[in-house]
Structures are given as structure tokens and as C-alpha cells.
């Protein structure tokens, strides 16, 4: 028996990233392992649902992110984001807290393996300091040749510091590139073609698209487009009037979905204009299928439900990795990705045009969706990671 430790931030987002979840739960069905989760109590019921047995963490590593401040230029204001994501998940002495409250949970659960999200840096470190093998679900393994390396950011440097204080070497980190790096195995649940912007990867990065999920059919395209910040970074009213109004003007139906923080909030409370629907939470299996696009912010989560729905999209980064997904979402020809600085009402017009429409934008998100649907899914995850032994 195999026993599978999964860890993650206590994030809704996080617990996604096109499958890992459904990856755990399929695990659960496999006779003769076991799977926990271990995180924060926040995603508790999300997991407890999937039939993964959940381990709480009192301390996880992440850190809420502080609103930016008012008044700041457009590149000052992309930047204050970029450096409150960067200290919401590599904050030194609260990882290190959380490693050690993570060891202390591996040592009671006994795991033969730890599974980890791409920002859970504690589970990289204890998985090194006691020598299970580590594999990442969410972002594929980078190699020196397939990237430009800029070492001696800020990220290698609290990286290089965390393993140092940890007392481990390092070698489950690609410390250059900041972020964690399996020898083993990396899941992504995207495929080999969405990545055309990284011409080389690790060998070690098996990609799964969406299975059965993307091979449903679509049930008739709408007036609707979901407009989303996602889960976390949702305190920019301005980017949902701007998307809102723009899909109005085009004769379509905005339906904002503000996340979790949002609960409670009202087209009025928002300022955003009148005919626009407004509600904290939706299930992507269950509208995307019908919508005409979708507008939002480029997270891996809500990139992969559009893509394995056939739902042409629009993004528009605002930290992080966002900004790589929406360069993608452009490249595959699924829709657009746009600077911030660009989604002006009259550009956010001519997007919303598109999205309600562009036959050939339909018909190439059409053939994405079947695409990923060949590729296996959380099914075939969970069968390359019962291949995972040894440390």
C-alpha cells in the first residue's frame, strides 16, 4: 500500500489547477492506498467532500495579501502586486513554522509520498528533510536550457535562505527559476502544445488535459460571459464595471462572480451597471458549458475550466503566473490576453465582441476542449502516481 500525503495552501485556487483534487479523489478509489490532505481548515469541507481524508495545519506558510495602495501609476500598481504575491506565499519565518507543523503531521501520518501545488513551499522542504520522493501537481519542470535564468532575485534569495534555516540542500527546488522542482514526476493537466512559449521542459512532466469532462458537448452558446477575479486577488472593481458595462454594450449578459471574499456584495455595492448579475460562487462544470466566454484574470484554475469547456476567454493578469497564462491563452488562439493598462472600455468592447460573435474563436476553443479530453485526466494522474517510489 502506497500512502499519498497531498498538501496545499488553505485556498480555493489551490486546490485546483485543473485536477489535483479530483487526482486525490481519484486515488481514494484505488484499492490499497491511502490519501490525505494535508492545509488549513478554510478548504476543509471542499476536500472532505472529494472523499480525501483531511490532516489540519495550524500553519501553512501564506500570509492574507494587504489591499495595494491607492494612487499608484498602472507599472507601479503591477508591481505592488507582484510583491504582495511573492510575500503571501515565500514569507521566511512563517513557511518555516509551517514545515515544521507540516513534519510533525507527516511523522503521525507516515506518507510514502508527498504531493504538493506549486506554492506550497513547506511541503518541498519537509519532503527533503525526511526523503520521501516529492511530486508536483499543477506547473510542469523547467530545465536550465528551456528558460532565461535570472538568478539572485528576490525569490531565489528567500528560497536559498528557507532551505538553509531548514537545514536542507535544496534539491527539490529549481531555485533559479523560484519554484519547486520534482526529480520524480510533475502533473499538469494542460498538454504539451499549451506550453509553445517553453520549447523545452523536464522529462519528468507528464501532462493530463481534462478527460471526461472536456469530452462533454457543449449545450448551445449564449449571451452570457462570466467575468471573475477568482478566489484571491478581487479588490479591483474597476477591471468588473469596465468588463461589465463592455458586454452590455455588445448585447450580452454579464454575470460577475466576485469569490468567496466577495460574499455578500451587490451590483449596487459594486458599482457595477445595472442589468449586471452579481453572485460570489459558480460550479464551471455546470455554466461554462452553456456561456458564450468568459472574462477574468488568468488563473491557472479558471484558464483550464474554460479550455476543457470550450469556452473562448479573455485575461487579464494580475499577479504571478497569471501573466504567463494569458500570454498562452493568446498563443493557442483561444481568445486574449491583455495587459491591464490595455483593458480600456473601448478595447474591453471589442474583446466582449468576440467573445459573443467569433465563429472562429468558438470553433478553435471547441477543438482545445477536444483536444485535452484524449489525454486522460485525473484517471491517468493518479495511475503515474502510483509509479512514484523511491527517494
Known amino acids: 500500500m ?21 487526482t486525490a479523489s481519484e ?19 471542499a476536500i472532505e467532500r472529494a472523499g480525501v481524508e483531511f490532516l489540519d495545519l495550524q500553519r501553512t506558510g501564506w500570509i492574507d495579501p494587504q489591499p495595494v495602495p491607492a494612487g499608484l501609476t498602472t507599472e507601479q500598481l503591477a508591481s505592488a502586486r507582484q510583491q504582495r504575491a511573492l510575500d503571501a506565499w ?27 501545488e ?23 519542470a523547467l530545465t ?10 528576490e525569490a531565489t534569495q528567500r528560497i536559498e535562505a528557507l532551505c538553509r534555516d531548514f537545514g536542507v540542500s535544496g534539491d527539490y ?39 471526461g469532462q472536456a469530452g462533454q458537448p457543449r449545450t448551445g452558446r449564449s449571451n ?16 468588473l464595471r469596465i468588463a461589465a458595462a463592455a458586454v452590455l454594450a455588445e448585447g450580452g449578459r454579464p454575470r460577475v462572480i466576485t469569490g468567496k471574499r466577495g460574499v455578500g456584495a451587490t451590483t449596487e455595492s459594486l458599482d457595477l451597471p445595472p442589468g449586471t448579475e452579481v453572485t460570489d460562487w459558480v460550479d464551471f462544470d455546470a455554466v461554462l458549458p452553456g456561456a458564450a ?20 476567454q479573455v485575461a487579464v493578469p494580475h499577479a504571478g503566473d497569471q501573466h504567463a497564462q494569458a500570454g498562452r491563452i493568446t498563443l493557442a488562439k483561444v481568445g486574449y490576453g491583455v495587459r491591464p493598462v490595455d483593458f480600456t472600455q473601448t478595447n474591453a468592447r471589442w474583446f466582449a465582441h468576440q467573445l459573443l460573435n467569433s465563429d472562429t474563436l468558438h470553433a478553435v476553443a471547441d477543438k482545445w476542449q477536444t483536444d485535452l479530453a484524449w489525454l486522460g485526466g485525473p484517471s491517468a494522474a493518479a495511475s503515474a502516481l502510483l509509479k512514484v517510489t523511491g527517494p
Open 173 to 211: 527546488w529549481d531555485v533559479a527559476a523560484g519554484q519547486i522542482r520534482s526529480r520524480w514526476l510533475h502533473l499538469d493537466f494542460f498538454s504539451r502544445r499549451w506550453y509553445a512559449d517553453l520549447p523545452q521542459l523536464g522529462q519528468q512532466t507528464r501532462f493530463f488535459g481534462g478527460g
Open 90 to 116: 515565500l514569507h521566511q519565518q512563517r513557511i518555516l513554522a509551517a514545515a515544521r507543523d507540516l513534519e510533525a503531521t507527516a511523522a503521525n501520518w507516515q506518507p510514502d509520498v508527498i504531493v504538493a
Open 27 to 45: 486515488l481514494t478509489r484505488r484499492p490499497e492506498h491511502a490519501v490525505a490532505w494535508a492545509s488549513g481548515p478554510a478548504i476543509a469541507p
Open 118 to 140: 506549486p506554492y506550497a513551499a513547506a511541503g518541498a522542504l519537509v519532503a527533503e528533510r525526511i526523503g520521501l520522493p516529492l511530486a508536483v501537481c499543477g506547473r510542469p
Open 2 to 22: 502506497t500512502r499519498f500525503l497531498f498538501v496545499s495552501l488553505p485556498l480555493a485556487g489551490h486546490i485546483d489547477w485543473g485536477g489535483m483534487l479530483a
Open 144 to 153: 536550465p536550457q528551456g528558460q532565461l535564468r535570472q538568478t539572485g532575485g
Open 224 to 239: 452570457t460571459i462570466l467575468i471573475t477575479l477568482g478566489s484571491l486577488f478581487t479588490d479591483d472593481p474597476v477591471f
Open 293 to 312: 466566454g468568459i472574462i477574468h484574470h488568468g488563473g491557472v484554475g479558471t484558464t483550464h475550466a474554460a479550455l476543457r469547456h470550450g469556452a473562448p
